[in-house]
């Protein structure tokens, strides 16, 4: 039986090389923690279903390796992506300065609305903490980021992180800040009885592309 929904949003996973990126994507979908992960090579993919504001979107998401040398590589699927996490580890200084450049990668390849949450993953590890929470608060009000730290080890924040950036994503749809029509959005409608209902008005004949 094939899974009815709403929209598809097109979502990434990105930041430096063990920030707990695919751990955060296992932790989502399986709802536990993924202990044996070796880095990602090139990109992962998972997709999950979700109640989001009274819709039903299916979430598909990309996590992209955190090496350099893979950077080519995962550039190419920040195209047509409506959402992203922006990870980054609380214990780690330098996947913190790091975080400029993927989030110009992501404004500048993806779209220039891309949605997107900074995340400071391994929360559990307070005790090595080099990241204060005010310190990146602070950066992602600067860069008109939404912001929460989550543990991919005991789960906390991790369903809600996705979910923030879905709702943000559905809200601008329903605002008419992003449309599902556009190419590139990284929104599709999952039923076209949606379609139809949502634009009884434009259907006059004449090609809108």
Known sequence: MSESYDFLFKFLVIGN??????????QFIESKFKSESSHTIGVEFGSKVVNCGGKTVKLQI???AGQERFR???RS?????????LVYDIANRESYN????WLTDARTMASPDIVI???GNKKDLEADREVTFLEASRFAQENELMFLETSAR???NVEEVFLKCARTILSKIEAGQLDPERM?????????SLRKLKQPAEDKGGCSC
């Open 117 to 119: 949450v900074l995340v």
């Open 184 to 192: 590139g959005s990284g929104i599709q409608y999952g039923d076209s």
């Open 62 to 64: 990309w996590d992209t």
């Open 98 to 101: 790091a975080l400029t450049n």
């Open 17 to 26: 090389a063990s920030t707990g990126k695919s751990c955060l994507l296992h």
């Open 77 to 85: 699927y920040y195209r047509g992506a409506a959402g992203a996490l």
């Open 154 to 156: 005991t789960g906390e």
């Open 72 to 74: 080519s590589v995962t």
